[in-house]
């Protein structure tokens, strides 16, 4: 038996809390591993608060990512005592996730521990990192460039907003930092943000075309927002787009796109293939400033996950929440 985080659902109403489970109870999967980190993604808010239907079937521990040791293996790419990352392909919402002390899963999804990190360095990345490192991934493939042109960055004191500054910034970029609190304009300015915009700049709707302003755009907000910033990115741009913090909506025109030539890319964590998952994780341990990630970091016990969630949906948390679970 082993402690883990329980969502469970009776006719309209869901439950959450901790418990005891048993390994026989784990899902299918050809690895199993001693979780030793998770965090609280915006993802795992929602699904432990049930304000989205995040979960696809019930009962489910929750949690989109862990890192941890192999106990078990069926798969010849890992063994006993290595140390791997899990992230996406469904976990808490179709395959028991990280809120448990131990997880069971396909060996395919998971990647080695990069030498550069620790288990719990991992975890300060974790999915909303590794979602950043994927949107720079995209922006230059696009041909995005320190050269370009200004970089907007929206949602910047979160998770992927966080990452995403403190590396654009560590690549040579210029970061315009988009928050909706002013008094995180500190923090945003140590993690290399060259200008701080007021979120409310955005979130009013616009005009179809806006000056041209940035060269290209991370997006977590979508909706207005979203609209707004490819209203004012530049002729050639790129924009990548990776959440939905402010709705699924996009009450956007194809004059940015027929007009400049803009492009939207779309930056999905879950189910990106394994050569890109390595390759992201191997640029975030080398590239990432280990001390500037640590002041993304809060640190919250394995009982205090559960009440954390409600604060993380009231934008009351700066960063990253990352959770000691086999302790």
């Known amino acids: 038996m082993f402690k883990g985080i329980l969502i469970d659902k009776t006719g309209d109403k869901q439950s959450v809390r901790q418990t005891q489970l048993d390994e026989a109870d784990l899902p299918e999967g050809d690895v199993l591993v001693e979780v030793a980190w998770t965090t609280l993604n915006y993802k795992d808010a929602l699904a432990l608060t049930g304000k989205s239907p995040i979960i696809r079937k019930f009962p489910m521990v929750p949690g989109i990512d862990f890192s941890g040791t192999v106990l078990e293996s069926k798969n010849g790419s890992f063994k006993p005592g290595d140390h791997v990352i899990m992230t996406g392909w469904g976990m808490g919402e179709k395959h028991w996730g990280g809120m448990a002390q131990k997880a069971r899963v396909n060996g395919e999804w998971l990647v080695s521990?990069?030498?550069?990190?620790?288990?719990?360095?991992?975890?300060?990345?974790?999915?909303?990192?590794?979602?950043?490192?994927?949107?720079?991934?995209?922006?230059?493939?696009?041909?995005?460039?320190?050269?370009?042109?200004?970089?907007?960055?929206?949602?910047?004191?979160?998770?992927?907003?966080?990452?995403?500054?403190?590396?654009?910034?560590?690549?040579?970029?210029?970061?315009?930092?988009?928050?909706?609190?002013?008094?995180?304009?500190?923090?945003?300015?140590?993690?290399?943000?060259?200008?701080?915009?007021?979120?409310?700049?955005?979130?009013?709707?616009?005009?179809?075309?806006?000056?041209?302003?940035?060269?290209?755009?991370?997006?977590?907000?979508?909706?207005?927002?979203?609209?707004?910033?490819?209203?004012?990115?530049?002729?050639?741009?790129?924009?990548?787009?990776?959440?939905?913090?402010?709705?699924?909506?996009?009450?956007?025109?194809?004059?940015?796109?027929?007009?400049?030539?803009?492009?939207l890319a779309g930056v999905d964590s879950v189910y990106c293939d394994r050569l890109k998952r390595v390759l992201a994780w191997r640029q975030l341990a080398r590239e990432l400033d280990l001390r500037k990630l640590e002041s993304m970091i809060n640190e919250v016990s394995f009982d205090q996950l559960i009440a954390s969630a409600e604060n993380m949906l009231a934008g009351k948390i700066r960063g990253r929440i990352v959770v000691p679970v086999s302790t």
């Not at 945003?188 to 007021?198: E, M, S, T, Y």
């Not at 927002?225 to 924009?239: D, P, Q, R, S």
């Open 113 to 263: 521990l990069p030498d550069q990190l620790n288990l719990r360095q991992a975890m300060c990345i974790g999915t909303a990192g590794f979602t950043a490192m994927l949107c720079i991934m995209a922006l230059e493939s696009h041909g995005i460039t320190p050269d370009s042109g200004d970089i907007l960055v929206t949602g910047a004191a979160g998770g992927v907003g966080s990452v995403a500054t403190s590396l654009l910034a560590g690549r040579g970029y210029s970061v315009s930092a988009v928050t909706g609190r002013p008094d995180e304009a500190s923090y945003l300015n140590k993690l290399g943000a060259a200008q701080i915009i007021d979120r409310d700049s955005l979130n009013a709707p616009g005009r179809p075309l806006a000056k041209e302003t940035w060269a290209a755009a991370i997006d977590v907000v979508g909706g207005t927002v979203l609209a707004n910033v490819l209203a004012g990115i530049k002729y050639g741009g790129t924009v990548a787009a990776c959440g939905l913090a402010g709705g699924m909506d996009l009450p956007a025109t194809v004059a940015p796109f027929i007009l400049r030539g803009v492009t």
